[in-house]
């Protein structure tokens, strides 16, 4: 599974122990997340994350992409809910594309924690179906 990490500043402390908690489930699957949030997960934990630029600075956009190709399976997005973002139309489109392509979205840690142990006990299992049959379709459209 493909999984994008995203925290806004005031979250990324909660991301950091979230990703240190959940390790030993996440490390077996492809991780990507925006900027500052990456790293910090790198350096806490050690694993391989694929960083996509600082969220302001359009990852937030990139993952997005990611997620209209197909390419992401469940994104952990650590909003901060009472801090105006700059970049809000970016989130709102990212969510937006979440709910088009029925891709699991978690946006606190409550949420969160429970999409990663339905990660480690296969409960996710449907997404590899699903993005199998979306990119049947898409190769028949073209």
């Given at each position: 599974m493909n999984i994008a990490f995203i925290a806004h500043d005031k979250?990324?402390?909660e991301m950091v122990k979230l990703t240190t908690a959940y390790k030993e489930i996440i490390k077996d699957h492809q991780i990507f997340a925006t900027g500052t949030t990456g790293q910090r997960?790198?350096?806490?934990?050690?694993?391989?994350?694929?960083?996509f630029k600082s969220g302001?600075?359009?990852g937030d956009q990139q993952i997005g992409a990611y997620v209209s190709d197909n390419k992401i399976d469940l994104?952990?997005?650590?909003?901060?809910?009472?801090?105006?973002?700059?970049?809000e139309p970016d989130i709102s489109a990212l969510l937006r594309l979440c709910d088009v392509y029925e891709i699991?979205?978690?946006?606190?840690?409550?949420?969160?924690?429970?999409?990663?142990?339905?990660?480690?006990n296969g409960f996710i299992e449907w997404r590899?179906?699903?993005?199998?049959?979306?990119l049947k379709e898409l190769e028949e459209y073209e």
């Amino acid at each position: 599974m493909n999984i994008a990490f995203i925290a806004h500043d005031k979250k990324k402390d909660e991301m950091v122990k979230l990703t240190t908690a959940y390790k030993e489930i996440i490390k077996d699957h492809q991780i990507f997340a925006t900027g500052t949030t990456g790293q910090r997960i790198i350096d806490a934990t050690g694993l391989n994350v694929h960083r996509f630029k600082s969220g302001p600075l359009g990852g937030d956009q990139q993952i997005g992409a990611y997620v209209s190709d197909n390419k992401i399976d469940l994104v952990i997005f650590l909003r901060d809910p009472l801090t105006a973002q700059p970049h809000e139309p970016d989130i709102s489109a990212l969510l937006r594309l979440c709910d088009v392509y029925e891709i699991p979205l978690a946006t606190n840690l409550g949420t969160s924690e429970v999409l990663l142990r339905g990660l480690g006990n296969g409960f996710i299992e449907w997404r590899k179906t699903q993005r199998e049959a979306q990119l049947k379709e898409l190769e028949e459209y073209e």
